[in-house]
């Protein structure tokens, strides 16, 4: 028997071979055809599994999960897409498998297939994958040791599951395969336990993709679908789909001229065009004059830096397979780094190195190696080599910069808090299949400072800058948000730094998260390498969720720059240092404010705000005035010079989606008036030109947001993406 406890508390015994299908039939038989999934032990598993398999507790907590939880739907998704990948096989029985996770409201799965499959396919594959749903065949997991699960998936003529056993799962001695009438995946599940507890999916989209998401590797088809509990929501959510794509900034962008990725200066790359660029600047402007009166300091920096900085500081080579490729100052010096690389994972045949060493040669590098050198001792000749020359990086953060212009001087602990301010281009190399116009690029601008004080200081500032980053959102209208408290997995071995400094820190956030009142959920896993941070998940009109700003706490990087200050003492002391960045970066910001007001900003933040319309020429003496006084007074404006007739003017400024219209004719000449018209209220009819001015000007001053479009979607949150996949 095994001892299986309830969320109520409640423990009761069981058979040694029960399921938690099994646990829920013992209850009523209502509750086992409605369970999807089951939570053992705090690990989402398959309903259908032996428990003892999941768990060697003495006592295994169970939590039996319904279409009412929210975790069931990625189970439920993840199992749709094998569902759509044997329909898919079933059409066309050439197929490479490759992987298929869930995503926030969806999922996806990748193959190889010599067809090109395109959206006039999706009814077949759709009517093949009913079929499937509505025999309900149910969903079966097995192992198999590392021998058996290669020659397995090689008879089913599956090499890109073969080779990913033996490269990517070479650690796992036993894999775990998913059966579901013919179709058999290498997959660790879990999955529901049959195909009808699928009740609406709809596929949504194609496109490519690589093995592995590696360019270099073969190319593959990426199938998106959606699937739900129930028509209800995925109508929801189909009609969520629909106006995102009304809203997307891609195309937004493109119309409005606001911005452009050209691919001959490169993808990722974003070029900010002059209305673009004004949006960008307000912005900037807005959160200087925020930065002054908080005691800030502008500094700049560099966009390269030497390698040796940013392995001081861990960014290298820790997030070295997302950095461009350092710039060596000897023509050789991608040649070493790639042999050094090589030793380090000991992955060069005797062959490989004398052609290494051959091309060194050719290359005019002058280090030698003893007879019969070891592989240490030749990785620090390389390494020696390499130091002796100079590397430098793309900038990937703007950190390391900012402890060294701390450093740049003796500090005293009544000079702190020193807050260094920049608005700092940082690179990243991206994959290419994961940019996605200004939200995923490879050069993005931070609006980054750093915060050094002593750890008395700690809990003020971090509440400081949270309540920064909440007048920046409230500032464009972004008040629907909640915070996630990221945090390290105490299992992993990616963090730095002493356990005392990592509980102090985490403990120190949560202490002002929960003095602030604001609500706010606890992840682990997700802190920054180097400390724990603070998430802004905001909430768009249509109920998308976007992580914007961000507030971490380090006490790692000032310990591996040696920063100092001089204590009350008179003894050295180490300061704590605060990243901080409310609006994220000025890309991805500027891309969801593009999607959330769909392109209609709000008058403080428009690139054009006013634009003049006289009704003939015999005005545009009078227009030209009324624009000169305009721009004495701040605004950016414009004249519709055009001799085409003011109604015609008026439609083009509404599809421009320019905030106000000044409309003159003799009438407003003689009066010294302005007819106003509202992009959102319509005619507002005359007003002396002065009061005009002042009712817009006390609209921009107070950074008024009038009008955003709300969504009615409410469909389940709390999805994230999950690789189920091996």
């Given at each position: ?293 908080l005691g800030y300091q502008p500094v700049y920096s560099p966009h390269i830096g030497r390698v040796e900085l940013y392995e001081t500081s861990g960014h290298f080579p820790y997030y070295r397979d997302s950095q ?385 479009a709300e969504s009615t979607f409410e469909a389940l949150e709390g999805q994230t993406e999950q690789a189920n996949e091996y």
């Open positions: 028997m095994i001892q299986i406890k309830l969320p109520d508390g409640s423990v009761k015994e069981f058979p040694e071979n029960s399921s938690a299908l099994d646990v829920a039939q013992s209850i009523g038989e209502r509750l086992a055809n409605a369970v999807v999934a089951a939570e053992v032990d705090g690990t989402i598993c398959d309903a259908f599994r032996p428990l003892k398999d999941i768990s060697d507790s003495n006592e295994i907590s169970l939590r039996l999960l319904t279409e009412r939880d929210a975790e069931a739907l990625g189970v439920m998704r993840h199992s749709c897409a094998h569902i759509m990948a044997r329909a898919v096989m079933r059409l066309w029985p050439d197929i490479q498998l490759a992987f298929g996770p869930t995503l926030p409201h969806g999922f996806y799965y990748d193959f190889g297939l010599e067809h090109t499959i395109s959206e006039d396919d999706f009814p077949k594959i759709e009517e093949e994958m009913k079929k499937i749903i509505k025999e309900e065949e149910p969903f079966e997991r097995f192992s198999l040791d590392r021998e058996e699960a290669v020659s397995f998936v090689n008879e089913m003529h599956q090499s890109s599951k073969a080779e990913h056993i033996a490269t990517g799962l070479a650690d796992h001695p036993q894999l775990s395969f998913y059966r579901q009438g013919e179709f058999v995946d290498l997959c660790r599940g879990p999955h529901i336990p049959d195909a009808g507890k699928v009740k609406a999916f709809k596929l949504l989209s194609i496109a490519g993709s690589y093995w592995k998401g590696d360019a270099g590797n073969k190319p593959l088809q990426r199938l998106y679908g959606t699937a739900w509990f129930s028509k209800k929501d995925m109508k929801k959510y189909l009609e969520q789909v629909e106006e995102a794509k009304r809203r997307d900034h891609r195309v937004l962008g493109k119309k409005l001229g606001l911005f452009q990725i050209n691919p001959e200066v490169g993808q990722g790359l974003c070029l900010w065009l002059p209305k673009g660029a004004t949006i960008r600047a307000v912005l900037e402007d807005f959160i200087k004059v925020e930065l002054t009166r461009f490729a350092p710039l060596f100052g000897h023509d050789a010096g991608q040649l070493v780094d790639f042999w050094v690389r090589k030793l380090e994972e000991d992955d060069l045949s005797a062959e490989q190195e004398e052609t290494l060493f051959q091309s060194s040669r050719v290359m005019n590098c002058d280090f030698e190696f003893p007879p019969g050198a070891s592989r240490e001792e030749k990785l620090k000749i390389l390494k020696d080599w390499e130091h002796k020359h100079e590397r430098f990086l793309l900038k990937p953060m703007n950190c390391p910069h900012h402890a060294k212009m701390y450093q740049a001087m003796p500090r005293s602990y009544r000079d702190l808090p020193v807050r260094l301010a920049e608005f700092g281009t940082v690179y990243r190399h991206e994959q290419t299949g994961e940019l996605n116009g200004m939200l995923r690029v490879r050069g993005l601008t931070q609006d980054d400072a750093h915060i050094f004080c002593t750890p008395e200081q700690v809990e003020d500032e971090f509440r400081a800058t949270l309540d920064l980053v909440k007048f920046v959102l409230a500032s464009v209208g972004l008040d629907n948000f909640r915070v996630q408290l990221s945090l390290r997995d105490p299992k992993s071995d990616k963090y730095v730094g002493s356990e005392e400094n990592w509980q102090h820190a985490e403990d120190s956030l949560r202490k002002v998260l929960a003095d602030s009142g604001m609500s706010y959920t606890e992840c682990e896993g997700e802190a920054a390498f180097y400390g724990p941070k603070a998430d802004f998940m905001v909430s768009d009109c249509i109920g998308r969720e976007w992580q914007l700003g961000t507030v971490q706490l380090d006490y790692n990087l000032p310990e591996r720059f040696q920063l100092e200050y001089t204590g009350s003492d008179n003894h050295p002391h180490r300061p704590v240092m605060i990243h901080r960045a409310p609006f994220g970066s000025m890309e991805r910001f500027t891309g969801m404010l593009i999607e959330h007001f769909a392109g209609a900003f709000p008058l403080w933040l428009a690139p054009e705000q006013i634009r003049v319309l006289p009704v003939s020429d015999k005005t545009l003496d009078y227009a030209n005035e009324v624009a000169a006084q305009l721009r004495q007074n701040g605004f950016r404006i414009s004249v519709d010079t055009r001799s085409s007739k003011v109604n015609a003017k008026i439609r083009d400024a509404q599809l421009e989606l320019i905030p106000y219209m000044f409309i003159v004719g003799p009438k407003e000449a003689e009066q010294t008036a302005v007819a106003v018209r509202d992009r959102i209220d319509g005619d507002l009819g005359p007003m002396p030109l002065a009061d005009a001015i002042a009712k817009l000007k006390e609209e921009v001053e107070e950074r008024r947001v009038r009008q955003v």
